[in-house]
């Protein structure tokens, strides 16, 4: 029983490679623009080539693809009926149908919808995963600080903003980890998750949830006190450790993906979508 | 029920780039009855090694075998077997979730689908058994308790279940001396009057010297000794070594033995030390 086993989104796999030295600045706006293509891809194409960067990005970061992708493996039932509902929901006038039962009938239409909509999830889920597998919470607070900082001036609290989603994306590891010790302790004393009926079911989540969320409140009260006790007031007057510095590697991976981008929005030009 | 452990490795997170192997190669066998102290530095493998005993992990590889069943077996019980083989986790935090002291302890009968007399008998028994005052605790808020009274409500919630086998994973970690006495007491008593083999984890020397027959020592991942309380304590040296405290009286006995007194190399109680110090000293034989 391992449930932290799965999660990769968040979790910073140490490295010195290529990918690991670029100053988080870069992969964070390279990261929002391979996410901004995602939402214009229409072709089984152009997801094949942006598959070929993945996989590029991952051999140069020595990640075991193995590993990046096994974080979907929680979200695969949503995956699958997500694709299930477009498959037989989604239709256009001139929609062929493949397979009637009953009051259903799935199109071809319904079929790509199903297809574009699954991979783009994947893509994008991927590229966020790479990002922080290959970035360290330290260096993405900084970066992200960093980029947000020009908005300060229309009064926007970046710094503040920043440290709640790094705080965020932390939990979610911490609370898997400590939902693994509560559902162990309740199964210590003989809770059968699988089965029974679906209330049984449902009952049978209150031994877990209820002491992760008070649990969860209790850290972070802790956090708030650990915190303040070094007296954190907020972003300001906040001076950095590290000073941030961009280098030839930046601008090489800078030229790259805009490179890639002008590639991708060809495809999307030339390539008629598929739905 | 025996527990008998043969060859046993344990990696947490196979197959990903954080793979790490806790548990190598261990072999071990607990008897009905036994009490048995697991001891060894932070990280050492103890938990880890006690969760195989109730199934809520399966080996990776050797076997754990409980009462003749094998854990790996698809077709255990191992609802079942959790319950004859209670399990005491060191925060009583992840474990208490009812709103009140009595509905919580009742929690794991309750799985065991028994009747509602039945399911109270067992709780009245299992709070008088740590010392919780049925009349005051049983409507108790659960935020309410003290450390040391979550972490007898905590061991209440497990002798509910009527285990044979109950395991103790530091569970008195962060109380005050005061706690820890009375969680030691009502251990004790568990074992000696309903003769519930005992598996005591923990980091404190004085506590499983005063309580364990059998000591296994543990040192990243594996066993390092598995043997009768006193002897393992000959070992003083190579204890320390792995970064184990000495019980208290024996850090006081080996430097009067290095000072030239004739002092046993195993000493576990300050009556012990207190005979033996004296019988030194009539004699004579120390020079200053
Ligand atoms: N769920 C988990 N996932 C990954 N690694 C784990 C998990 N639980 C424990 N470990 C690792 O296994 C090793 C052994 O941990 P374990 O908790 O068994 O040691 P321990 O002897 O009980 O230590 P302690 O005295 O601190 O309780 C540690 O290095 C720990 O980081
Ligand atoms: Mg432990």
Same mark, same amino acid.
């Not at chain 1, 001139?94 to 790509?112: K, Q, R, Y």
């Not at chain 2, 984890?201 to 009768?228: C, H, K, P, T, Y």
């Given at each position: *029983? ?35 293509? @995602? ?8 997801? !094949? ?25 929680? *979200? ?54 790479? $990002? ?15 980029? $947000? ?19 965020? @994306? ?16 309740? *199964? !210590? ?87 | ?76 019980? $191992? ?76 061991? !209440? ?92 009286? *024996?850090?006081?006995?080996?430097? $009067? ?32």
């Amino acid at each position: *029983m391992e449930l932290t086993k799965n999660i990769t989104l968040g979790v910073y796999l140490p490295g010195e490679t290529y990918i690991h030295n670029l100053d988080p600045r870069t992969k964070i706006i390279a990261a929002a623009i391979l996410i901004t293509l @995602l939402l214009f891809i229409k072709s089984y194409l152009a997801y !094949a080539i942006f598959l070929f960067l993945i996989i590029a990005i991952l051999v140069i970061a020595t990640i075991p693809p193995g590993y990046a992708f096994s974080g979907l493996k929680p *979200m695969l039932p949503i995956l699958v009926l997500m694709w299930l509902f477009q498959l037989f929901l989604y239709s256009t006038p001139d929609a062929e149908v493949i397979v009637s039962w009953w009051i259903f009938s799935a199109t071809d239409a319904g079929l790509h919808m199903g297809n574009l909509i699954s991979m783009r999830v994947l893509f994008l889920f991927t590229v966020t995963t790479i $990002l922080t597998l290959t970035t360290s919470i330290v260096s993405l607070t900084d970066g992200l600080e960093s980029l $947000l900082n020009p908005l300060k001036k229309i009064g926007l609290p970046s710094q503040e903003l920043v440290m709640t989603m790094i705080i965020a @994306l932390r939990f979610v590891l911490i609370l898997a980890e400590e939902l693994d010790k509560i559902i162990k302790a309740q *199964m !210590a004393r003989g809770v059968a998750f699988d089965r029974g009926n679906f209330i049984q079911k449902t009952k049978s989540l209150f031994p877990v949830f209820l002491p992760l969320f008070i649990n969860a409140f209790k850290r972070a009260e802790e956090l708030i006190v650990a915190m303040e006790a070094r007296s954190y007031t907020g972003g300001k007057g906040r001076t950095k450790m590290k000073t941030l510095h961009m280098g030839r590697v930046d601008l090489f991976a800078g030229l790259f993906i805009l490179l890639f981008s002008a590639l991708i929005i060809y495809v999307i030009l030339i390539v008629p979508p598929v739905i | 029920m025996p527990i008998e452990i043969n060859k046993l490795s344990y990696s947490y997170k196979k197959g990903t780039p954080f793979e790490k192997q806790v548990l190598k190669d261990i072999s071990l066998f607990i008897r009905d009855g036994e009490f048995v102290g697991i001891i060894g530095p932070t990280q050492a493998g103890k938990t880890t090694l006690a969760q195989h005993f109730n199934a809520l992990l399966i080996p990776g590889k050797g076997s754990v075998v409980v009462n003749a069943m094998n854990t790996a077996d698809k077709k255990a019980d $191992l609802v079942k077997l959790r319950h004859n083989v209670g399990y005491v986790f060191q925060n009583p935090d992840y474990q208490l979730f009812a709103p009140t002291v009595g509905e919580d302890i009742a929690f794991g009968p309750r799985n065991q689908n028994l009747p509602t007399e039945e399911i109270e008998d067992r709780v009245a028994e299992a709070m008088d058994q740590v010392g919780l005052d049925y009349d005051t605790f049983y409507k108790r808020d659960i935020f309410a308790l003290s450390g040391g009274q979550k972490r007898r409500a905590a061991i !209440a919630g497990v002798l509910a279940c009527k285990p044979q086998i109950m395991i103790l994973d530091d569970v008195t970690a962060g109380l005050d001396p005061g706690g820890r006495e009375e969680i030691i007491k009502v251990i004790q008593k568990l074992h000696t009057e309903k003769e519930i083999t005992t598996i005591y984890i923990s980091n404190s020397m004085d506590e499983v010297a005063m309580l364990a027959d059998r000591i296994i020592v543990l040192d990243q991942g594996q066993v390092l000794f598995d043997d009768q309380t006193r002897d393992v304590f000959l070992h003083a040296r190579k204890l320390i070594e792995i970064g184990l405290e000495l019980p208290e009286v *024996m850090s006081i006995t080996t430097r $009067l033995a290095e000072a030239g007194f004739d002092l046993p190399g195993a000493v576990l109680s300050i009556e012990e030390a207190v005979d033996a110090i004296a019988a030194n000293l009539q004699q004579g034989q120390v020079k200053d």
